[in-house]
Every structure is written in C-alpha cells, then in structure tokens.
C-alpha cells in the first residue's frame, strides 16, 4: 500500500525558529509540528511528492502543501524588501505576500462556520495581505519607539479584508457591518450563558445577561436567521424532498388552477350567450355556481334568496340553461377544463 501524505491546517511547520511570529502578539500562530500520516497510521518523515498523491489531495491540502515549501523571512530580509517596496518594485511585493501566505490561513480559520468556506477566507486574506504590503513603512514606530514587524502590521489588514468579506458576501441579505457585530455579541452572550446556567436562554433571559431590551434580542433573532432555498433537500436522507416540497400549503391552490379559475368564467359566460341562454337563466346559473363571488355550492334556497325568486323558479331557470348549454354542445369552448 502507498504512502499519502495529508496536510491539515493543524500540521504545519515553520523553517524559522520559535520566535519567527513572536511579534504578532495575541495573533500567534498556533501551528502544531507537521506531521505526514501514512495509510498504516504511521508517521513519515518528509511531504510526499508524488504526482499520484497529489492529484488525489484537495484543493486546500494542495494549498496548504505549497505554501509550506515557501521559506519564512528573517527580519533583515522583512527590511530589505520592505526598502525596495517603497521604491516602487512589485517583485518586492510580490515577495513580501508569498513569504506571508501562512499568516493568512492562521488568521483566516478563525472565521470558518459564518458562511464562507476555508478557500473564499483564504483568497479575501490574501488581497487583504496584498494591500498590506503595499503599505508597509519598515521606519514607521509604535508608542514603545520600536518599529513593527511586517506580521503585526499584516494582521490588521487581513483580519479587515477577511471580516468585510464575512459581512458582505457570507448572507443571501446582506446585513450592516453593525449588526452582524451584535449577532456576534449575542451568540457570545448566548454561549456564556449556557456555559454558566447549563441551559440555552429563552430571549428575556439573554436580554438580561446583554442588558439590552427583549426587543432588542428577537429582533437580532430574526435577522440572525439565514435564507435556505426552496430546493434545498435536507442532508440526512431521511426525505429525497425539497423544502418548497415539504413547505407547500396543501390547500393552497397551484397556478394551473387558478389560470382555470381566471380564464373559465369567461369561456362559459361566451358559451351561454352563444348557446342562446335568457339573461335570467345566465344570472341564475352565475349566481349558483359561484362565478360571481367563488363561492360554489349553493342551494337554490340561497340563489332563490339573493335574486328575490322562489326555488322553484331557481331550479327551473338551472334547468333550462343547462340543457340549452348541452344542446349547443359548448365543449368548443369548455374542452380545455375537463
């Protein structure tokens, strides 16, 4: 059995010694040794290079392959490149940003689970990393008077572009940067909750913890609530329908019969006029059908009742038409409603 190396965001190494990203602060990289897996459980020693593992990789494992062979810079060449972007050079640039791409991914899991997967996070990382380059000023201090490494100024930049991404791209409706900013306070606000209490809030017990109104909180709620289209289909196969299936108001009616309901009481209005129907047998027939009002099912007591006639005088007048409307044969026109 051959050996395939896997490569996780966990299982990076650096080439640099442990200090490489000491200047990023509480943004530290948290990468744990790499590691290559074989298919008998056992550790190797070195990424497989193999043209045959590596088309069987995913897109990310790709990635993250090639990014791990591209040496991190020591401070001395952050400041020679640093001295040649602001001269003008793009291969500075350029430099700069593939030496950095790691620093990137770090940053980019932290936002995995709010609508944009790994890859969308990682390629808006990226471009956020890419202005950054451009605008680093290697004799630029802090209010300690030192001068910032290229990774703490970077990390502003991505965590920007990565979180404008979050809010612009990650909902069908998108929301103000604002209120994505309390949803995330409130499911921060909900978790502690039930880290202390042992059980989920109901909204006026999470409007207490956040001290803000109730109203506040349902309708964070509502708009905390993501868009799922009609043909989705649930992913548990317990069911092979889609939700515009398991949705649908079976009472409601379809479009073909409401173009019937649309199209059919002028078709027989024309049939009975054609048919040679009294304007006495039309209005009878109308009224106890319902083609005036929809509502079918009358008894001729009712009709008798609306157009001041006796029974008798309804069903006589129903009769009539009836036949007159059968001797015509008016299927030209009422063929299509069978």
């Not at 791990?68 to 430099?95: F, N, Q, T, Y």
């Not at 509502?295 to 009836?322: C, F, P, W, Y």
Request: aromatic share 6%; charged share 30%.
């Amino acid at each position: 059995m051959s050996n395939e190396t896997e490569y996780t965001l966990d299982t990076l190494e650096f080439d640099e010694g442990p200090d490489r990203w000491a200047h990023v602060g509480s943004t530290a990289l948290d990468w744990q040794q790499y590691n290559t897996v074989s298919d008998n459980g056992q550790d190797g020693d070195e990424p497989c290079d193999n043209d045959a593992n590596a088309v069987r990789l995913s897109n990310l494992q790709l990635y993250l392959k090639e990014i791990h062979r591209i040496p991190l810079l020591s401070e001395a060449e952050e400041r020679m490149l640093a001295m040649r972007i602001k001269v003008g050079s793009e291969s500075a640039v350029d430099e700069m940003v593939l030496a950095n791409l790691r620093l990137v991914v770090s940053i980019a899991k932290r936002y995995r689970g709010r609508g944009l997967d790994l890859l969308e996070l990682i390629q808006e990382g990226n471009i956020g990393l890419r202005r950054a380059a451009e605008k680093y000023d290697y004799e630029r201090t802090g209010k300690d008077g030192r001068t910032a490494r290229f990774g703490t100024h970077a990390t502003w930049w991505i965590r920007q572009a990565v979180g404008k991404a979050v809010i612009d791209k990650s909902r069908t409706i998108r929301l103000p940067g604002h209120v994505v900013g309390d949803i995330s306070d409130m499911r921060t606000s909900k978790s502690d909750y039930e880290k202390h209490h042992g059980t989920p809030p109901d909204s006026s017990q999470l409007a207490e913890h956040m001290g803000i109104p109730e109203e506040t909180v349902l309708r964070l709620q509502k708009w905390e609530q993501d868009v799922v289209s009609l043909d989705y289909k649930p992913e548990d196969g317990e069911t092979s329908q889609t939700q515009g299936e398991v949705l649908v108001d079976p009472t409601a009616q379809t479009v073909d019969e409401l173009a019937v309901l649309t199209t059919l009481p002028g078709q027989l209005e024309r049939a009975m006029v054609e048919s040679g129907l009294t304007e006495n047998e039309i209005n009878t027939i109308r009224i106890h059908f319902g083609l005036e009002d929809g509502v079918t099912d009358k008894t001729s007591t009712e009709t008798g009742i609306i157009m001041g006639k006796t029974r008798q005088a309804v069903n006589h007048a129903l009769a009539s038409g009836i036949i007159k409307l059968r001797l015509n044969d008016c299927k030209t026109h009422l063929s299509d409603y069978n």
